[in-house]
């Protein structure tokens, strides 16, 4: 059943007209990615037969009569999507239109995301946490044993606080160390 005020349209429709508008398709789990060129901007096209919704990423389209905004609430990079209250024909004709400007539209201001220090491709530099803490002259396997629980501790958090997990790998490589000194590290 469909959403009063909303008219759906064959699938195969915006197909067709992706294709001749010179558009690369690639079918997804739920949709179908419209792509041109190396642009970033994309379309998506939602996979039902009877299709209400494509989805515009990746850049703003200025005409509201043929786009509703999304507002605060956007998906990833999805930040409008293409009108179904109006006749099948007009709604085909945006979707034409957005087709053929893909490549010429703004594309939205990458993000530039915190990423922690020991990430591959980070540009920040200098101590990273790691798994390697070695024994001192002066220190008692206790001593040691609790320093090496300290510093998981603050690894742990360093990851809380960025986002990314620790590694198993790093877990694996603690907990044996500590296992050494005949003490037991929580993961």
Do not use: W
């Not at 294709?19 to 096209?45: D, F, H, T, W």
């Not at 209400?52 to 509703?68: G, H, K, Q």
């Not at 998906?75 to 409008?80: I, L, P, R, S």
């Not at 300290?150 to 490589?173: D, F, M, W």
């Amino acid at each position: 059943m469909a959403k009063t005020g909303i008219i759906p349209v064959p699938r195969a429709e915006f197909e067709r007209i992706a294709k001749e508008e010179g558009c690369s398709l690639s079918p997804m789990a739920s949709c179908i990615k419209v792509q041109k060129g190396k642009s970033p901007n994309r379309l998506y096209i939602t996979n039902p037969s009877q299709c209400a919704r494509v989805d515009i990423s990746n850049f703003d389209y200025p005409d509201t009569n043929l786009v509703r905004n999304l507002g605060g609430e956007s998906f990833g990079k999805v930040h409008q999507m293409l009108r179904f209250d109006r006749p099948v024909v007009d709604t085909l004709a945006a979707f034409r239109l957005l087709c053929k400007g893909l490549e010429g539209f703004e594309s939205h201001p990458k993000k530039d995301r915190p990423r922690p220090a020991g990430f591959r491709g980070s540009r920040r530099k200098g101590p990273q946490p790691g798994p390697s803490v070695e024994v001192k002259a002066e220190e008692t396997p206790k001593v040691h044993a609790e320093r090496l629980i300290k510093h998981y501790r603050k690894i742990k958090e360093y990851s809380e606080r960025v986002g990314i997990p620790v590694s198993p790998k790093t877990i694996a490589e603690m907990q044996a160390k500590v296992a050494e000194l005949g003490f037991k590290l929580e993961a």
